[in-house]
């Protein structure tokens, strides 16, 4: 069965520094892979997407995303964080073609920012 | 920006009540999600359609709860009756093809007391 695991439940980041979120997924076959960020109280808000073609893909708001067949992983970075981005984070895999297309999300990585 | 319109934002019922959670998805969008997020379980996809027919309804319990598609500018997520642990946070999304992603609303926050 497909599977999101966000190892990190919680991470807490001085602004101005940069940041890593970890994804790994498990999936068979070429997955869709997706970031969505909440901010409290919010729905979620589609940072970027991966399903073909270049594995390094920018998304919204500064925010890029590399994918990595052998690691299985599709890790979220930005350069410099600023105190905006505080917000929970997803990553979600989706299948592909048919009457499929649902997203499988992680159970979210939680950005703290420090001033 | 088109958007994802989900009513009532909050809703606050007893035990045993009937509740419906509407959605309106973008106009144009073939595919509409529902999904329930709680702090234990994180997201849950409870059901899908595409073209307004189910396509997955597997993670719903079947008992209590139903979702349909009356038309393409309306989703409907009822639960009856409703249960303490139904409360959570309700979310519909809709898209035209995974490869665009998808759009969220803000959701329906559902406290079951």
């Known amino acids: 069965a497909q599977s999101v695991t966000q190892p990190d439940i919680h991470i807490t980041v001085s602004e101005g520094a940069s940041l890593e979120l970890r994804c790994n997924y498990s999936y068979g076959a070429t997955p869709y892979l997706f970031w969505y960020v909440q901010s409290p109280g919010q729905g979620l808000q589609l940072l970027l997407k991966y399903f073909s073609g270049d594995t390094l893909v920018q998304g919204i708001k500064g925010f890029e995303a590399e994918f990595k067949r052998s690691q299985s992983s599709f890790n979220l970075r930005k350069p410099s964080v600023h105190w905006s981005d505080a917000a929970e984070y997803f990553c979600?895999?989706?299948?592909?073609?048919?009457?499929?297309?649902?997203?499988?999300f992680g159970k979210g990585t939680k950005l703290s920012v420090k001033p | 920006d088109a958007r994802v319109t989900q009513t009532p934002r909050h809703k606050v019922t007893e035990m045993g009540q009937e509740v419906t959670m509407r959605c309106q998805p973008i106009?144009?969008?073939?595919?509409v999600f529902w999904y329930r997020q709680t702090m234990m379980q994180g997201l849950e996809l409870l059901a899908y359609f595409r073209n307004r027919a189910p396509l997955d309804d597997s993670g719903m319990p079947k008992d209590r709860f139903s979702a349909e598609m009356p038309d393409a500018t309306l989703a409907t997520l009822k639960i009856q009756p409703s249960e303490p642990r139904d409360s959570a946070v309700y979310f519909c999304a809709s898209g035209l093809d995974m490869s665009f992603g998808y759009t969220f609303g803000s959701g329906t926050r559902l406290t079951v007391v």
């Open positions: 979600a895999v989706a299948s592909y073609g048919g009457s499929q297309g649902n997203l499988i």
């Open positions: 106009l144009g969008h073939n595919t």
